[in-house]
């Protein structure tokens, strides 16, 4: 199942662990990356907190967590190569996965059609 | 809304978005921030090839002596400026500041003797206040800011090669030259000179004419349209200030790491030692050091380190020195590069300072500028 949010996440459910990452239009919107920032694995985030951060040549954008969970892993890829969030921020360039603490949470998600009216 | 409608545009402005930019409000105009190449492939392709910039938001203005003699136009504005500019040849360009009565610096700018006056290119967010300032003291002068007139920078290893397609005698010139010359049949000044570190060269084009001299340099295959966000990444790696940032009312000259600017005939026991505003400051400095000065600042991890952070002497964060005055990423150095003042116990190359990001101390070491090798034609 895949979901968004307004802030430009996109998360990803298998079972009661979500994969999160932005979108293509967020990645658009930041221009090319050159640092990623991302959250300890083991911490406890909670929904529209800040979770990681990015950074383009002129500034830095938080990305936030799209529900409450704990993080159970972090895509080193995308601190090796930053420029892999605007090749594939849908894909390869995941940020963190997350163990939900409600799954039925993600129900108040927007999908797909919601999040592309959205951007417009 | 109300924002852009009162937003200033250039000559160059319809050229910008028909290229794509992503046009953003810069000094109360709406200029390219970058194009669909991106910051990184902009800066990029100005240090391999040649970038093309719109820099007509500046201030061009006139300073003519009403005696039309070049002597005392000079004389009237070494008032202002601590810089040499009776002895400026005629077709040649000084780097200068004007400075207020306490030793700060009010704006940067470039000084052309251009025989029967004085070209003056001052930055766009100090224009009205430059002018104004200019009007009030140079009595003797009529000063004239140029409405008419785009200004373009033609930056990067093949400026030359791209700006002889239209004028073969480009070769003759060398760093900070500047001529009056036909392009394309329009009469464009021309200064061998930039703000990105590499050779290059800024020209004036009369307003009419800016889109068609913009159009065939940029049809050469090695010249490609920069936005301003990639010209903020070329001068920080090239160690030059961005007033309002490295340098301003709080920041002297000396303190600036820009007293090269000064020639000798302005300092003690030159021919016309001082006469300019914050003098007495200014040249204790030269004699006696001062307690600060800028520097170069690299970080020793990825993470950017902008304006505004703060320096520390220890990764506890107990002991500020400082802040960072201008930070972004370097795309030719692969990595994130600063400037800042540190006291002078921690301006010797190779000090490491700590500055607070997000909470962290993240470790800095203090660096020669330039970050990269100018390639001026001197």
Redesign the interface.
């Known amino acids: 199942m895949l979901k968004f949010t307004a802030e430009h996440e996109w998360l990803k459910l298998e079972g009661d662990v979500a994969t999160v990452g932005i979108t293509q239009h967020a990645a658009d919107q930041l ?2 990356l ?2 990623v ?1 991302l959250p300890e694995v083991g911490a406890e985030l909670v929904k529209d907190g800040n979770a990681a ?1 990015v ?6 954008s938080d990305v936030y967590s799209p529900l409450d969970g704990e993080v159970t892993e972090v895509n080193q890829a995308i ?1 090796d190569d930053p420029s892999l969030v605007n090749s594939d921020p849908q894909g390869a360039a995941w940020f963190f996965k997350l163990k939900l603490k409600n799954v039925s949470d993600v129900e108040g998600l927007m999908d797909e059609a919601a999040y592309k009216d959205l951007i417009g | 809304m109300d924002d852009q409608a009162a937003l200033r545009t250039t000559p160059l402005h319809a050229l910008h978005i028909s290229l794509g930019a992503k046009m953003v409000p810069f000094a109360g105009y709406d200029m390219p ?2 194009y669909p190449l ?4 902009e ?1 990029l392709h100005t240090r391999a090839e040649a970038g093309l910039f719109d820099v007509s938001h500046m201030g061009q203005v006139i300073v003519k002596a009403k005696s039309g003699e070049y002597a005392d136009a000079a004389l009237a504005l070494e008032k202002l400026v601590p810089v040499d500019i009776l002895g400026l040849k005629e077709g040649r360009q000084r780097y200068g500041f004007f400075t207020d009565a306490n030793g700060g610096i009010l704006d940067d700018l470039m000084i052309t003797n251009r025989g029967d006056h004085l070209l003056v290119v001052v930055n766009a967010a100090c224009k009205d206040q430059d002018v104004a300032h200019m009007k009030a003291n140079l009595a003797d002068c009529d000063v004239t800011l140029l409405e008419d007139r785009a200004l373009i920078a033609l930056q990067g290893p093949r400026a030359q090669a791209v700006l002889a397609e239209l004028w073969a005698g480009v070769s003759g010139m060398k760093f900070m030259d500047v001529r009056e010359v036909p392009l394309h049949d329009v009469p464009c000044i021309i200064s061998r000179s930039g703000y990105s570190g590499e050779d290059g060269f800024e020209i004036s084009v009369p307003e009419a004419h800016a889109v068609e001299v913009a159009k065939a340099l940029l049809e050469h295959p090695d010249c490609e349209p920069i936005g301003l ?2 010209r ?2 070329l001068r920080l790696e090239a160690g030059l200030c961005l007033y309002g940032n490295d340098i301003d009312t709080t920041t002297s000259p000396i303190e600036a790491s820009l007293e090269w600017a000064l020639q000798k005939a302005r300092k003690a026991g030159g021919d016309r030692e001082g006469g300019f505003p914050g003098a007495e400051r200014i040249l204790g400095e030269l004699a006696n050091g001062t307690t600060r000065r800028r520097v170069g600042l690299k970080p020793e991890g ?3 380190v ?1 304006s505004h952070a703060k320096l520390f002497a220890d990764a506890e964060g107990k002991t500020e020195l400082g802040e960072v005055t201008s930070g ?2 370097g ?1 030719s150095v692969e990595g ?1 590069v600063a400037m800042g003042y540190l006291p002078i116990s921690h301006t010797d190359a190779g000090t490491q300072v700590y500055a607070e990001v ?1 909470g962290k101390y993240l470790p800095m070491t203090v660096t020669a500028l330039p970050f990269i090798t100018p390639t001026y034609k001197r």
């Open positions: 221009g090319d050159v640092f920032e951060t950074e383009s040549v002129k500034a830095a601190v | 921030v970058q991106g910051v990184m492939k800066h966000g990639a903020d990444s990825k993470a950017p902008r972004t990423f795309p994130p997000r």
